[in-house]
């Protein structure tokens, strides 16, 4: 059987004096798209953080991709939360360009290679007609493109992005959605997908990761996105719905 591509056992993530999460033991199989949902403050940002070694284990253990975090980061593309702002003169071009020539001394070079990845990547959410102007003179949805894309270069095996819906239009939110299921299942590549929308990403994830009070819970839409369990994960009464389109309701007073 494959190897699967994340486990945490055991594992506890604090930051400063607090613990965001404890007692977490999950395992993802390879290929498996997982959509990460939870609270604000509930401890997504940590947990991709934590798997790109970027945020220490303070018990239990992580692996990823069969090996330490922080060991395989040429496999793993990521897309951090955007805080926008940056590089507003640079065009679209510069900032997919930017991750790949790092390892190079002297003046920015993209081989052919380098310029077909880019090509590839932007194609696969749209993008294309965005990557000659620059970051300045686009809108937050259309930025937020650009950088989904620049995680995608060279079809990384783990693909771990930080609420990447955030500014699209639902329609736009929908389509980069959908793009990003048919690719990862295309490549075979596994994705850890955080957002506030879980509604966004139905049909297109196998599995929910939902994390609230510490405490993870890794299934099915159908495991997980129950008023029993999401009532037990937030400690509160929480209803879950679904409308006859589908489309999942969730309600409390505490959320
Ligand atoms: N640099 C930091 N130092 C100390 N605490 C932090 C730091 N960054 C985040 N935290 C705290 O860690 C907790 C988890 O934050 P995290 O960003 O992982 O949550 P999240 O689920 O991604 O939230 P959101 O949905 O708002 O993006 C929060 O309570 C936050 O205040």
Redesign the pocket.
């Given at each position: 059987m494959a190897e699967p591509a994340v486990t945490c056992e055991n594992v506890m993530l604090s930051?400063?004096e607090?613990d965001?999460l404890s007692g977490v033991s999950l395992s993802v199989p390879e290929g498996c798209f997982v959509g990460l949902f939870?609270?604000?403050?509930?401890?997504?940002?940590?947990?991709l953080?934590a798997l790109l070694g970027l945020q220490p284990v303070a018990r239990g253990r992580i692996t990823v991709l069969g090996d330490a975090p922080g060991a395989c980061s040429a496999q793993i593309g990521y897309m951090p939360?955007s805080r926008g702002g940056n590089g507003a003169s640079l065009t679209g071009w510069d900032l997919l360009g930017s991750g790949m020539s790092g390892n190079r001394w002297g003046i920015p070079w993209r081989s052919r290679a380098d310029t077909l990845a880019i090509r590839e990547a932007l194609d696969a959410v749209d993008a294309t007609a965005l990557a000659d102007r620059r970051l300045g003179a686009l809108s937050g949805g259309e930025r937020q493109r650009l950088l989904i894309a620049q995680a995608l270069i060279g079809w990384p095996r783990l693909l771990l992005l930080?609420?990447p819906l955030a500014s699209l239009d639902p329609v736009r939110m929908r389509d980069v959605a959908e793009r990003l299921g048919r690719i990862a299942k295309q490549r075979g590549m596994t994705v850890i997908c955080?957002a506030?929308d879980i509604n966004a990403l139905m049909g297109v994830m196998d599995s929910v990761l939902y994390?609230a009070r510490g405490q993870a819970r890794l299934g099915t839409v159908d495991e997980v996105m129950t008023t029993e369990g999401l009532s037990a994960l937030y400690g509160a009464p929480v209803e879950v719905c679904r409308a006859p389109s589908g489309r999942l309701l969730v309600s409390a007073d505490a959320l």
């Open positions: 930051r400063g607090r965001i939870g609270p604000n403050g509930g401890g997504k940002t940590t947990l953080r939360q930080d609420e955080s506030h994390v």
